[in-house]
């Protein structure tokens, strides 16, 4: 059984510093890319950023191009976004998404971190 | 940037049929996915590349995709088919991925 597992939420000041991470299991990491998508409370679905099957392909959203980096490790099977000079508008759920093996649909997610950044 | 466009809500009645569309600039070239939001929870994938399905996603949800609009067609409706549907696409020209505004749909 496919499942992302995220952590790493909490509460942070403005200008603050999180790391979140995923861990995956139930199917072969290596071979799938992977995105983060957030959902601010009340709010619709954005997408945030995407790593391709060995890190050789990365990008970010423009809301966090400058700021947020994604990463992963394929010997933990994790995907990781450090978040940084966070704002407000960033609270949000943040969700790990599996993107399908030959398409742009994310077919597996998980339940979500979230990141509250407030004074 | 892209953008994709979804009516805020729509219903339907126990039975009868549910259609939300997802408009974008020629977006008919691209392949369109679908998902479907209750509340309290992750999204699900119901469709995608424009009109297939996932295993475990029942026949009544279909998918089409021509010129500037997509259609997600919800057959039969059921109570438990209540939630926000979400379309998304990804958009080369900017590498970005994109999602739709949402749609509520509402079983009467």
């Known amino acids: 059984e496919v499942q992302l597992v995220e952590s790493g939420g909490g509460l942070v000041q403005p200008g603050g510093s999180l790391r979140l991470s995923c861990a995956a299991s139930?199917?072969?990491?290596?071979?799938?890319?992977m995105n983060w998508v957030r959902q601010a409370p009340g709010r619709g679905l954005e997408w945030v950023s995407y790593i391709s099957i060995g890190s050789s392909t990365i990008y970010y959203a423009d809301s966090v191009k400058g700021r947020f980096t994604i990463s992963r490790d394929s010997a933990k099977n994790s995907v990781s976004l450090q978040l940084n000079s966070l704002r407000a508008e960033d609270t949000a759920l943040y969700y790990c998404?599996?993107?399908?093996?030959?398409?742009?649909?994310?077919?597996?997610w998980g339940q979500g971190t979230l990141v509250t950044v407030s004074s | 940037s892209y953008v994709l466009t979804q009516p805020p809500s729509v219903s339907a009645a126990p039975g009868q049929t549910a259609r939300t569309t997802c408009g974008g600039d020629n977006i008919g070239g691209k392949a369109v996915h679908w998902y479907q939001q209750k509340p309290g929870q992750a999204p699900v994938l119901v469709i995608y590349?424009?009109?297939d399905r996932p295993s475990g996603i029942p026949e009544r949800f279909s998918g089409s995709n021509s010129g500037n609009t997509a259609t997600l067609t919800i057959s039969r409706v059921e109570a438990g088919d209540e939630a926000d549907y979400y379309c998304q696409v990804w958009d080369s020209f900017s590498a970005h991925y994109v999602f739709g505004t949402g749609t509520k749909v509402t079983v009467l």
């Open positions: 139930g199917f072969m990491f290596s071979s799938f890319s």
């Open positions: 590349d424009d009109s």
């Open positions: 998404a599996r993107e399908g093996y030959s398409g742009t649909q994310q077919d597996y």
